[in-house]
């Protein structure tokens, strides 16, 4: 099903050529929400929003249908209800779904198409330990602040990996704060500054399997 969407997907993509990011028209009564000035998510540059509204999710789901138009992708999930499109050199994608009785989040992602074919490759701005699987690569941008977070995972203890990127980061200007009484010996929770920076790792383990989530914040 998910392979038949994807292609769905990609026929749908629109034929023009468009300079400038797509935007979408927001539902009657809505509140918009924006996800950083700008993003890049495993490399590839985004534009979020979250719209919230007190409307039903049925009428979310009709007011997107009508603003993307005919030629859309359309996928039922678990927990809600996703759109897709192309438009020229981006790619949109509608996520929709009822986070209270009363209250329906819209998930606004647009990604630049042309970018994602470089974002492979793409240095992820320090060393990690051995044998990492990155999960995810998120930046944002919001008033000046530039945040990087990155999820990575591998079968190393929880301690190799705190001491591995406590001297990644000291390399890169950052001090490790002294650490707080630890509940648990399978998390791990640091604080680190520097001149203008600072960055939280978090890391539990779960079934032989750490799970890391290092961001690093830089101020202007």
């Known amino acids: ?24 028209p927001l539902p009657p ?30 009428d979310i789901i009709a007011f997107y249908r009508q603003a993307l138009g005919a030629r859309h992708a359309e996928e039922k999930l678990p927990d809600g209800f996703l759109l897709a499109q192309g438009r020229g050199d ?42 990492s699987q990155v999960v995810s690569d998120m930046e944002s941008t919001d008033d000046g602040r530039l945040s990087r977070q990155l999820v990575f995972l591998n079968r190393h203890s929880i301690d190799s990996n705190v001491d591995f990127i406590t001297t990644a980061l000291r390399a890169l200007g950052y001090r490790a704060q002294p650490e707080g009484p630890r509940t648990r ?27 890391l989530v290092l961001t690093r914040v830089w101020m202007p």
């Open 1 to 24: 099903m998910k392979t038949i969407w994807l292609l769905s997907a990609a026929l749908l993509w629109a034929a023009s050529s468009q300079a400038d990011w797509p935007t979408l």
């Open 185 to 211: 010996t399978s998390e791990r929770v640091l604080m680190f500054d520097g001149h203008k920076r600072e960055a939280r790792l978090v890391a539990i383990q779960k079934e032989g399997v750490s799970n």
């Open 29 to 58: 009564d809505s509140r918009l929400e924006s996800v950083g000035d700008q993003v890049r998510l495993n490399g590839i540059p985004m534009r979020m929003q979250r719209v919230l509204s007190t409307r039903k999710p049925a």
């Open 90 to 131: 981006y790619f949109v994608t509608v996520r929709i779904k009822r986070v209270a009785p009363s209250l329906t989040e819209t998930l606004v992602s647009i990604s630049d198409a042309r970018a994602a074919q470089h974002a492979a490759d793409r240095p992820l701005g320090l060393q990690l330990p051995a044998r």
